[in-house]
């Protein structure tokens, strides 16, 4: 028997005083649409999804769910890609998507407050007119929710120079489960009063309490950028690259590997602005460097370009106008889709110290070798942070079901060793769980499992995730 508690037709009764009756969904093809995110093929359909407009509503459900035990899922855009806002038992959805004013933009102070449901692509554009920037940019900002972004700790391709969300983030509106509305901190760029409980629901990933309101902060948006496109004969060497840049000083604001099945892919899927590629070139750096003047750029990027003839590098492609530098943006953030679009696949989101890059790479394809299976690997070189798409083609679903599990652990265990741990910025949520251990001892869970229980002792809020 579940030791959860049942909607009765009288809860129901008092969501729909709460919230009117057309934001109560009950319809299973409505609910259906609630039932997944952006993580493989996985489907659980909840009983209700409640679309609140006010924290003040938020806090009367949560009250009515905590006294009757009822399991209670937050959920964003679902753009996620570690099954976080998946319903697993069932219960309620609170889906943030009415939420989504922009309350506040503070020029004098450079600090926005907004509610969770603003597209994040919006809320840059929106601070951008007033000259300022919000630099982290997950590649699927043009859907995804600021909320989902805080929920996750999203990164994106410009977290190498900028940081990810956790260091934009300097006060949070939060209901608590039990209904409580609390303020994590203060709107200020130092706090130094009690605890930091507000990078403590950073990356929370709805578990501890569902995020209403987000004060961030802003810098002057730097106005030039030049993008390079640098093919590499040897993925190796193109990882060996990376940690040069920076070793001799440079600082660019993005910088992306992709191997050459990850551009092959991402070039036939958005069917526009096809790139010259060699046979030869087994991957390529796309990288980015940004400021207030053009001329120091330029000298950043002869200088980048100098960096890697060391590493056999072949014709660089220097897009330095707008319309150069939005198609080979748009092939990057293109890629995940299409590799995707191919095959059912699972996305792994490794993340070690980034000098270690060449390791993980090698390490990788040997494990791919020795267990049969192909990946396609993409992501944020520049913070170590490697996307491993692996790809079910025509594996047997006995294998894709029970052995690639003993293929991931024995990938983690190596990411491991080289420092680095299983989640860059996609989180634990549902699908990854199961490998925690490889990454925290036993005492280091139990002090995580701690603090869920003075949050959520009733284990209402996303029960079953990020725990083994
Ligand atoms: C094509 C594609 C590209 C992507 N690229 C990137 C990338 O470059 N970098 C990156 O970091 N991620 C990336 N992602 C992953 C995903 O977009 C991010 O994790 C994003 O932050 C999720 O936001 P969301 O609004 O969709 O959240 P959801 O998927 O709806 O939810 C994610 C988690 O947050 C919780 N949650 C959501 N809102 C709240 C709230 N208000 N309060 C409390 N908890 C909440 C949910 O319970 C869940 O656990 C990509 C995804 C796709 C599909």
New binding site residues.
């Given amino acids: 028997m579940s030791e959860y508690g049942v909607i009765s037709k009288e809860i129901i009764e008092q969501f729909i005083l709460i919230l009117e009756e057309e934001w109560v969904e009950r319809d299973p093809e409505v609910l259906a649409r609630y039932s997944h995110?952006?993580t493989e093929d996985l489907r659980f359909l909840p009983e209700l999804a409640l679309s609140p407009r006010t924290p003040e509503q938020i806090s009367e459900i949560l009250r009515i769910c905590s006294e009757h035990r009822i399991p209670v899922?937050?959920?964003?855009?679902?753009?996620?890609?570690?099954?976080?806002?998946i319903p697993v038992r069932g219960g309620v959805v609170?889906?943030?998507w009415r939420?989504n004013d922009i309350l506040e933009i503070d020029p004098h102070n450079m600090m926005v407050i907004t509610e969770?449901?603003v597209i994040?692509q919006e809320l840059q554009e929106e601070v951008r007119k007033f000259n300022l920037y919000y630099p982290?940019?997950?590649?699927?900002?043009g859907?995804?929710?600021?909320?989902?972004?805080?929920?996750?700790?999203?990164?994106?391709?410009r977290?190498v120079k900028y940081g990810?969300?956790k260091d934009w983030v300097l006060n949070l509106e939060?209901v608590l489960p039990n209904g409580d509305i609390i303020w994590t901190g203060a709107n200020t760029l130092k706090n130094s009063t009690g605890y930091n409980l507000t990078q403590l629901?950073v990356g929370?990933?709805?578990?501890?309490?569902?995020?209403?309101k987000i004060v961030l902060r802003l810098i002057p948006y730097p106005p030039h950028r030049i993008t390079l496109l640098a093919p590499f004969r040897q993925m190796r060497k193109a990882m060996e690259a990376v940690s040069a840049i920076f070793m001799k000083g440079l600082n660019p604001s993005a910088l992306e590997f992709m191997e050459r099945d990850a551009l092959v892919r991402a070039m036939e899927f958005a069917g526009r602005g096809a790139l010259p590629l060699d046979e030869k070139t087994q991957a390529h750096l796309l990288i980015e460097v940004d400021g207030f003047k053009m001329d120091p750029l330029y000298e950043d990027c002869e200088k980048i370009s100098e960096i890697l003839e060391d590493f056999d590098v072949g014709e660089i492609l220097i897009a330095d106008n707008e319309k150069d530098k939005a198609a080979l943006w748009h092939l990057r953030?293109?890629v995940?889709?299409a590799v995707?679009a191919h095959s059912v696949y699972k996305e792994e989101?490794t993340v070690v110290p980034r000098a270690y890059l060449p390791q993980l790479i090698d390490k990788v394809k040997e494990i791919g070798r020795k267990y049969g299976f192909q990946s396609v690997c993409y992501g944020?070189a520049g913070d170590g942070n490697l996307h491993v798409n692996i790809l079910k083609g025509d594996l047997s679903d006995r294998f894709w079901n029970e052995g690639l599990n003993e293929a991931l652990r024995e990938l983690f265990i190596e990411v491991r060793k080289l420092g680095g741990t299983i989640s860059?910025?996609?989180?634990i949520?549902w699908v990854q769980k199961a490998f925690l251990p490889i990454v925290f001892s036993p005492a280091e869970i139990t002090a995580m499992k701690n603090i869920k229980k003075i949050f959520d002792p009733l284990n209402i809020l996303?029960p079953d995730?990020i725990f083994p």
């Fill in positions: 995110d952006e899922t937050p959920r964003g855009a679902g753009t996620g890609l570690s099954g976080g806002a609170i889906s943030t939420m969770p449901g994040t982290p940019d997950p590649a699927s900002k859907s995804c929710f600021i909320g989902g972004n805080v929920a996750e700790n999203s990164g994106g391709p977290a990810v969300v939060v629901f929370s990933e709805g578990t501890l309490g569902i995020i209403t953030s293109r995940a889709e995707k989101d944020h860059g910025e996609h989180g949520g996303n995730k």
